[in-house]
Nanobody, 122 residues
Framework: VQLQASGGGLVQAGGSLRLSCAAS????????MAWFRQAAGKEREFVGG????????DYADSVKGRFTISRDNGKNTVYLQMISLKPEDTAVYYC????????????????WGQGTQVTVSS
């Protein structure tokens, strides 16, 4: 599956952004989806994940209550709604897809989008 992320940008602290990740090439509902992020000089970290039909979601503690992951299998798209953004949310955000069971480990994911930059100014 090919993944194309979009929606990043520059926002002030407290602001909101919605990231989108459009998938093509395979049946989207075959895949567990997740968002990861990587700040400059840091390791890639888990942000949020969603089950194949959207019934189960999971979040890193650092974003819980501020970020919401969702998916629309009819549109082959997964979203990450981010509110109350903080400067520490600044990173490149990646969407990813996995054919097997859900995981928080980035190395378990099979397919990756190109990343979209989110910058939160203080």
């Amino acid at each position: 599956v090919q993944l194309q992320a979009s929606g990043g940008g520059l926002v002030q602290a407290g602001g909101s952004l919605r990231l989108s990740c459009a998938a093509s090439g395979r049946t989207f509902s075959f895949f567990v989806m997740a968002w990861f992020r990587q700040a400059a000089g840091k390791e890639r970290e888990f942000v949020g994940g969603i089950s194949r039909y959207g019934g189960v979601t999971d979040y890193a503690d650092s974003v819980k209550g501020r970020f919401t992951i969702s998916r629309d299998n009819g549109k082959n798209t997964v979203y990450l709604q981010m509110i109350s953004l903080k400067p520490e949310d600044t990173a490149v955000y990646y969407c990813s897809a996995r054919r097997d069971m859900y995981s928080r480990n980035w190395s378990d994911y099979d397919f990756w989008g190109q990343g979209t930059q989110v910058t939160v100014s203080s």
